[in-house]
């Protein structure tokens, strides 16, 4: 079982930056590729950014290449993800995710580890 908790949500400018964190526990945590998603209203949960375990493969939408950066310390078995140049559309609940293997993954199914996410609003 890994347990995962998000932090660092909140209320921002159209612009600004925010870094959300992710908090993972339980024995194959360290070992887990993660990922974060999202979730706004009405619409389904979608894909945001992935990263392997130990770290050296990353995936990103093409809605935040070059805007958001995923990274991971291994050591105290926590993920990241740096966002900036925020837009109105990217207001969501975010999610950070485990699977039980080490390769990063775009696909919401191949994860089995959920946080109970974290809410991001970005005002215009």
């Known amino acids: 079982q890994v347990q995962l908790v998000e932090s660092g949500g909140g209320l921002v400018q159209a612009g600004d930056s925010l870094r959300l964190s992710c908090a993972a526990s339980?024995?194959?945590?360290?070992?887990?590729?993660m990922g974060w998603f999202r979730q706004a209203p009405g619409k389904e949960r979608e894909f945001v950014a992935a990263?392997?375990?130990?770290?050296?493969?990353?995936y990103y939408a093409d809605s935040v290449r070059g805007r958001f950066t995923t990274s991971r310390d291994n050591a105290k078995n926590m993920l990241y993800l740096q966002m900036s140049s925020l837009k109105p559309e990217d207001t969501a609940v975010y999610y950070c995710?485990?699977?039980?293997?080490?390769?990063?993954?775009?696909?919401?199914?191949?994860?089995?580890?959920w946080g109970p996410g974290t809410q991001v609003t970005v005002s215009s």
């Open positions: 995710a485990a699977r039980k293997e080490n390769r990063a993954s775009s696909n919401l199914v191949d994860y089995n580890y």
């Open positions: 339980g024995r194959t945590a360290s070992t887990s590729a």
């Open positions: 990263i392997s375990w130990p770290g050296n493969t990353f």
